[in-house]
T-cell receptor
Framework: GEDVEQSLFLSVREGDSSVINCTYTDSSSTYLYWYKQEPGAGLQLLTYIFSNMDMKQDQRLTVLLNKKDKHLSLRIADTQTGDSAIYFCAESTMGRRALTFGSGTRLQVQP | DAEITQSPRHKITETGRQVTLACHQTWNHNNMFWYRQDLGHGLRLIHYSYGVQDTNKGEVSDGYSVSRSNTEDLPLTLESAASSQTSVYFC????????????FGEGSWLTVV
């Protein structure tokens, strides 16, 4: 079945860039997502990328997709304390409406 | 504004009791999902529905059931609660086919003692 993996923890200093990585196994993955979860809250969609793209930029967020290596990354420029949260990578394929999630990466931003 | 709401937000129950978690969305989305979130596992799919009277099992469906009698609601029932079902439960919804944004509720914290 599908599998999505992420590292569990990342700590950065305020103002630095953060890079959160994700790998997936399903070569037919069509849609790849990044969700953010703040403490005690639900998941908020940050950005997404289609498998026919290799990069997407949205303000401070840059998503890079290496389809050959099945590797997805999320770069947050000028990381702020408000970016401290758990970030989930997720994927789905054409015809499957549910998402498969990674275990989440906890980002800690130190002042 | 359209939204997705879950209730109760927090519940403590005893082993063996039946528990129902409610999920209500006002977007008129045809797709609805229930996930559970556990440390180290991320979110795992319990059940999902693509429309009224349609329900399907996800990867961790044992001990859970759902019903879809209308577009807006997908209640999740734990037939006989077990301590292994202590978790945070998230309901979600989306419109149409694959690739459309999935919106999440705020979560229901369930403790089984």
């Amino acid at each position: 079945g599908e599998d999505v993996e992420q590292s569990l923890f990342l700590s950065v200093r305020e103002g630095d860039s953060s890079v959160i990585n994700c790998t997936y196994t399903d070569s037919s993955s069509t849609y790849l997502y990044w969700y953010k979860q703040e403490p005690g809250a639900g998941l908020q969609l940050l950005t997404y990328i289609f498998s026919n793209m290799d990069m997407k930029q949205d303000q401070r967020l840059t998503v890079l997709l290496n389809k050959k290596d099945k590797h997805l990354s999320l770069r947050i420029a000028d990381t702020q304390t408000g970016d401290s949260a758990i970030y989930f990578c997720a994927e789905s394929t054409m015809g499957r409406r549910a998402l498969t999630f990674g275990s989440g990466t906890r980002l800690q931003v130190q002042p | 504004d359209a939204e997705i709401t879950q209730s109760p937000r927090h519940k403590i129950t005893e082993t063996g009791r039946q528990v129902t978690l409610a999920c209500h969305q006002t977007w008129n989305h045809n797709n609805m999902f229930w996930y559970r979130q556990d440390l180290g596992h991320g979110l795992r799919l319990i059940h999902y529905s693509y429309g009224v009277q349609d329900t399907n099992k996800g990867e961790v469906s044992d001990g859970y059931s759902v019903s879809r009698s209308n577009t807006e609601d997908l209640p999740l029932t734990l037939e006989s609660a077990a301590s292994s079902q202590t978790s945070v439960y998230f309901c979600a919804s989306s419109e149409g086919a694959s690739g459309n944004t999935i919106y999440f509720g705020e979560g229901s914290w369930l403790t089984v003692v």
